[in-house]
């Protein structure tokens, strides 16, 4: 782990109207980390994110991602990327071929590294007999597996993960932290928003934001023995109990 | 290149695998083409004429023969009660009513001059305005039979009578599909190209995609000359199949160059696809850019001068048409269809064309955000 930032954050924040979706955060994470980025439902986590990708405009503040600055070289920040949204986003009407050699091709892969990183993909996700077969007719599980894949075709510096384990079963649930661990080891800074708190166990470091503001960061084993709780999962509820605003 | 190349191929792999695209694309311009120009014709025939004969003389009879005799009316009453008449138009039975006073005939011949009565039924504001047209030249001309029979006669006062003959350029015949099928061949390439092109970048703002396309490094033009390309190619295909429908099924052969034609449609194409690209940079869900497509195409088709000549609207709404891309291409296509102009003949409306093209295209590019 070097000490330069992957990824460093001062007093960015996004108003949209007179809501302040996110207020002033300030964070460095550091690379080659897994970076957990926690929050409740509405508390800013994805508009943040949202941010750091380049898709959404900061109302202010300073950023810069992968060396780059947010505001002038967002399209550069994008080449240096991968990011894996809430929603699932590959085509449901390719099949998983054709999604990596499309994926592939915007991010400028040549047709030798596509079907290299392609044959990769399918063997590590045991996927070989799929590999023509179209996304729609896979299982959530896998089909969160290959979107995390896919926003790795192109060896992003760093990947941003928005509750990529959402409904998604236990048992991949595992093998998913497990891809994350091996991105992880092989260099790649990991951010990534989870609701699961035995996932943020998992993680090097955690933020936890409330109403827009980021209110701790630390490991896991310090957060918990800062609030003199017995896990994230009781670090969470006091912080979030704080909360004014939800979704819901 | 290699990036353009990429969102190609995705996009013509993912038309092909809809099937609903390819019906719209197979089948509309054979159900439009094949139907609407028998359907949605000017001519009146069938109108329905009451006749209240008063007179039964052999004049009112000549008179009544004669309308019938013509394949533009059917006579449905023949009765002296002109209340009976008026209670079939009433029932919707007839739109016509022809009254003969009781003394036509003693009038005509004696004082050489004789009333009639018309009552039309203007519900249906066409029907009643050519049928009047049509039962006036009937009885004009059973006027000049009239009067050529009295030719012999010494009495006979001669006033002069002007004959006027006509000859219909570059349709000779008036006939009437050689009219519509051209404009309706222009309205199928605008629907298909616009509807499909506003529908398509929305799709991907609808299912996520868009946000994952967003967050890598391409650039915004290449992006919409991938969405762009395909349906141009969908547009000509579309296109093709009208002009092969309207050979074999109406013998509608261009005058003017095909050439001219498919040179016109490409750059047609550009502005109606950059028109559906627009749309579907300010929508958000399917649903809204098909309503404002819709909205737009509507007053397109119907101030483009296919269905009301642009000579007869009032004058904002001629300005209009000057703005409405749908007017140029009707035009061009009967100017080449059925007068064989060649591409410098229609070099004005190739280049105002080119204009809203390159104008809402760029507007497309520039509103199309990978940053909100």
Redesign the interface.
Known sequence: MSNTAAISVSDLTKQFGDFTAVDAITFDVKQGEIFGFLGANGAGKTTAMRMLCGLSLPTSGKANVAGFDLYKESEKIKKNIGYMSQKFSLYEDLTIRENNRFYGGIYGLTDQQIKEKTQFMLKHLHLESKADTLVKALPLGWKQKLSFSVSMIHDPKIVFLDEPTGGVDPITRREFWTMIYEAAHRGTTVFVTTHYMDEAEYCDRVSIMVDGKIEALDTPAALTKQFNAKGMAEVFVQLARKAKRSDN | M??L???L??EF??IF??PAILRLIFIMPVIQLLVLPLAADYEVKDINIAVVDQDHSSYSRQLTNKISASKYFNLVEYTNSYDEAIRGVEKDEADVVLQIPASFEKDLVKEDKAQLFMALNAINGVKANLGGVYLRSIINDFNGEVRLEWLQLPRFNPQPMIQISSINWFNPLLNYQFFMVPGILVILVTMVGSFLAALNIVKEKE???I????????RKHQFILGKLIPFWVLGLVVLSIGLLLARVFYGIIPEGSLFTIYIFALVYLLSVLGLGLLISTYTETQQQAMLISFFIIMIFILLGGLYTSIDSMPYWAQIFTKFNPVTYFIEVMRMVVLKGSSLYDIRYHLLIVTGFGIILNGWAVINYK???
């Open positions: 290699r990036v190349r990429i969102l191929e995705k792999r993912q695998r809809n299912i996520g995609t946000e994952q396309i967003n967050v890598t490094p391409i990978k940053r909100s």
